[in-house]
């Protein structure tokens, strides 16, 4: 009954969350069950009273900084140094510039609205075609949730009650196999059409981006070796580590090396116990507010107030979907909806490979309709209890849940990425679907190594938890 009234809902064209809720209250009011619809209301606030919850407005508060205090050009410059000169130069680019950004926003769409304006732009410029331009932004974005920081991440560590430092580290090297996949089909595009390079090879400034990068992994190294072979004092250490990376930026005048030091930071500080993801994301704004008011001196007052109130929007959007689908979710619980479910998945299959296969079966098709967050919610109550029953490890099956929500906004009919891309490259929703579907092989290919090598994804993670 519960299910076929939140169909009914969504049929009706009624938001998601307002969908969830309501089914909940409807059916309460109209079953015999003895729960007062009191309960509704209860259950919505202490879903969204969750300490790790407090990491969603801060990530999303310091990827709207980065947005608007002209990061976004710094780090296109970065990419554009480092790959720009290869066969099909802007396309590499993009893929990297996302790999960089994905490190800040945390999000797909923020990726997409950020970097991917600058990207689109400048590709039409160079001569490439607005669909291809629009496809590699739309494929690259989909990094965002998968590199760390990632706001999916914290939503489904809060359901299935795993640590999500753990699964920020997961997230590390399917994040990288994505970018290698996706610049080989660059790549491959590029040999196709006898594309050249969008910019011409200068050895002074792939020199001074590859000691940029050298900085970036060479830095936490230090550090580390200083605090546990040396024994300095680790905050002692930290501070005068961060002063050393202004003193560096400012002699050689880097272009985004302090940008794209806060994954470093953000990683660095979980992993060492420093501070928790979201005390980790307090730290990102704060960074992000040197950067912007006193480094670069590219954020205002106005400015700031402007990204705060949109901040809020966007989190006030996002935790109405987390309390609404705390209560749907309860109430398949408490109606044993999701134990009907395991108990036919499990008398249909005991094979840990079949139930992949459907879940992301199932997860492909829900992401074409749900919004990530509101689908997170939703499915992890009922398809985790399947996965822990079958050997399947949470963190590992959170990263396959997260990557299939996340090639679901590439699709119609609700895949947010794409409306937003159509707006930025002024196309039309048809052909910007259309200019997607080559890249959904990198994806779904990708999905396939995550799904089944989970020591591609668990490797990282056992080495800190």
């Not at 309501?22 to 259950?43: C, E, K, M, N």
Request: charged content about 10%; aromatic content about 12%.
């Amino acid at each position: 009954m519960l299910k076929i009234i939140f169909l009914f809902f969504m049929a009706g064209g009624i938001p998601v969350a307002i969908a969830m809720a309501g089914a909940s209250l409807v059916y309460i009011l109209t079953s015999d069950s003895t729960l007062p619809p009191f309960v509704v209301i209860h259950r919505m606030v202490s879903g969204i009273d969750s300490f790790p919850l407090l990491a969603v407005p801060f990530f999303i508060l310091a990827g709207n900084l980065m947005n608007n205090a002209g990061i976004t050009t710094r780090i296109y410059n970065f990419a554009l140094a480092l790959v720009g000169w290869l066969k099909g130069g802007l396309g590499h680019v993009n893929v990297l510039g996302s790999v960089i950004f994905a490190g800040m926003s945390g999000t797909a769409i923020a990726d997409a609205a950020g970097l991917g304006t600058i990207e689109i732009k400048a590709m039409k410029e160079h001569g490439y075609s607005t669909e291809f331009a629009v496809g590699v932004t739309a494929a690259s974005a989909t990094l965002g949730p998968i590199i760390p920081p990632s706001l999916p991440f914290v939503i489904y560590g809060m359901m299935a009650n795993v640590s999500v430092g753990a699964l920020f580290l997961a997230g590390l090297l399917p994040g990288a196999l994505m970018a290698i996949l996706m610049m080989l089909t660059v790549a491959y595009y590029a040999h196709k059409n006898k594309w050249g390079a969008d910019v011409k090879f200068s050895r002074t400034r792939l020199f001074k981006a590859l000691m940029e990068l050298a900085v970036v992994v060479g830095w936490p190294l230090l550090l580390w070796v200083l605090v546990t072979k040396l024994g300095t004092p680790p905050q002692l250490t930290v501070f005068a580590g961060l002063a050393s990376l202004f003193v560096l930026d400012k002699i050689f005048s880097f272009e985004a090396l302090l940008p794209i030091m806060t994954p470093v930071l953000l990683i660095g500080g979980m992993t060492t116990g420093l501070f928790t993801p979201t005390e980790g994301a307090i730290a990102a704004c704060v960074w992000a507010m040197i950067l912007g008011f006193a480094w670069y001196r590219t954020l205002s007052w106005k400015m700031f107030i402007k990204v705060c109130l949109d901040t809020i929007e966007t989190t006030s959007t996002v935790l109405f979907i987390v309390a609404a689908a705390s209560i749907f979710g309860w109430m398949l619980t408490a109606t044993g909806v999701t134990t009907s479910i395991a108990s036919w998945v499990l008398s249909f299959t005991q094979e840990a490979w079949v139930f992949l296969l459907l879940a992301n079966l199932l997860m492909l098709f829900v992401g074409c309709f749900l919004e990530p967050t509101a689908a997170i919610t939703i499915l992890v109550p009922i398809l985790l209890p399947i996965a822990t029953q079958l050997g399947v490890d949470p963190i590992h099956f959170g990263l396959v849940m997260v990557l299939n929500l996340m090639i679901g906004l590439l699709h119609p009919p609700m895949g947010m990425v794409l409306f937003v891309l159509a707006r930025v490259a002024g196309l039309s929703f048809e052909r910007t679907t259309m200019a997607i579907l080559p890249w959904l092989v990198p994806l779904l290919f990708s999905l396939g190594v995550i799904t089944y090598m989970p020591k591609l994804v668990l490797w990282v993670p056992k080495m800190f938890y």
